[in-house]
């Protein structure tokens, strides 16, 4: 690890006024993804920022009936807190998926919003990525892509977002509250991440000095039909294959709205609103399922070595959306498909 310098914030406003003035400048809370990222030494940051003593580690109400969950909340606490588990059982469930309790214990909000890809090409200096050194090409296109892109890729990178809870917050129509040097503004959650182009270094709509402060669930929480579906290589911790975050609202055996949105086929977590638009005034059926899972992966472009996940990605959509129409969840106690 390379020799930095460490400042802890007193204020966001403080806090923002450090990294604005270093561009190698990084904010560590948790720290769950940059110590790993500075461990390899993909990340040489000169200045580590430090936000955890910072007031925002509250899930309070909004005044259009929905919650705000500040950026220094804990993963742990969002997963199990009463109102996120009655209102927005979702992105409860998202959150028991993914990682370890004791990696949940530590990783934050904001911190879960901005960590990086997995990609094993990425995180070893020794194999060129464009992601990591623009130019220098992506040897995934051609070598071990088992995790990688199927939708939204380019030819300068195919990697996945790795996070479980983003898929959830895309699905729910989140924002994302930042401040900045310029002052304040929102991002609509589809907006956050970016697709990677031809510069797959840049990975979200923030500006540099700018800080995630807090994310707001709006009050349409889908309780009641809803599904998170995560297919991986072992029940334990483990990345996504492919996810799906499943959430439907119904008049009788009618799709009055439907989300969908899934995790390990993209650079961000991936919706498509035609699909959606598809099963609304539909019957809540498998055919209705099928019909959307073919609109959703229509622009599938694996390569070689991730072509199975275009089909794996089509069942866990039927599968997910299945569970959601007749009220039957993923369990995360019991990893086990049902």
């Known amino acids: 690890m390379r020799p930095f310098t460490y400042t802890k914030a007193r ?15 990084r904010f560590i809370a948790g720290g769950t ?10 990340e040489r940051p000169t200045r580590l920022v430090d936000i955890t003593g910072l007031p925002l580690d509250r899930i309070e109400e909004t005044d259009e009936g929905g919650l705000s969950i500040g950026a220094m909340v804990r993963n742990t606490d969002i997963a199990y807190d009463p109102r996120i588990e009655a209102h927005y059982p979702l992105l409860s469930s998202a959150l028991l998926a993914g990682a370890s309790p004791q990696l949940r214990n530590s990783a934050t909000t904001g911190g879960n ?17 464009n ?3 623009p130019g220098t090409g992506c040897p995934a296109k051609t070598g071990f892509a088992r995790y990688h892109a199927i939708l939204g890729a380019s030819e300068r ?7 479980d809870m983003c898929v959830a917050m895309a699905a729910l129509g989140a924002t994302v509250r930042v401040e900045g040097p310029d002052g304040a503004r929102t991002i609509p959650f589809d907006a956050f991440h970016v697709l990677p182009g ?4 840049i990975e979200s709509s923030l500006r540099h000095g700018e800080m995630i402060v807090a994310v707001d669930l709006p009050p349409a929480g889908f309780a009641e039909n809803h599904s998170y579906l995560k297919i991986r290589d072992r029940l334990s911790y483990a990345f996504a294959l492919v996810s799906a975050a499943a959430a439907l609202k119904l008049d009788g055996d009618t799709i009055a709205e439907a989300r969908l949105a899934m995790g390990g086929v993209a650079h961000k977590p991936w919706r498509d609103g035609d699909a959606e638009a598809a099963m609304r005034g539909k019957p ?47 369990s995360q106690t019991d990893k086990r498909i049902q």
């Open 113 to 129: 919003l901005r960590q990086r890809t997995r990609c094993s090409y990425f995180y070893d200096t020794a194999t060129p990525c």
């Open 198 to 201: 031809d510069t797959p270094q």
């Open 284 to 330: 809540a059926s498998r055919d209705t399922f099928a019909a959307a899972a073919d609109i959703f992966l229509a622009g599938a472009d694996p390569v070689p070595g991730n072509a199975f996940k275009v089909d794996l990605a089509r069942r866990t959509i039927v599968r997910a959306l299945s569970q959601a129409a007749a009220g039957t969840p993923q």
């Open 33 to 42: 993804n940059l110590l790993d990222l500075m461990k390899y030494d993909v």
């Open 131 to 133: 992601k990591r050194e």
């Open 157 to 163: 990178c195919i990697a996945t977002h790795p996070s």
């Open 11 to 25: 204020d966001v406003g403080e806090a923002v006024a450090e990294l604005a003035g270093d561009e190698s400048a």
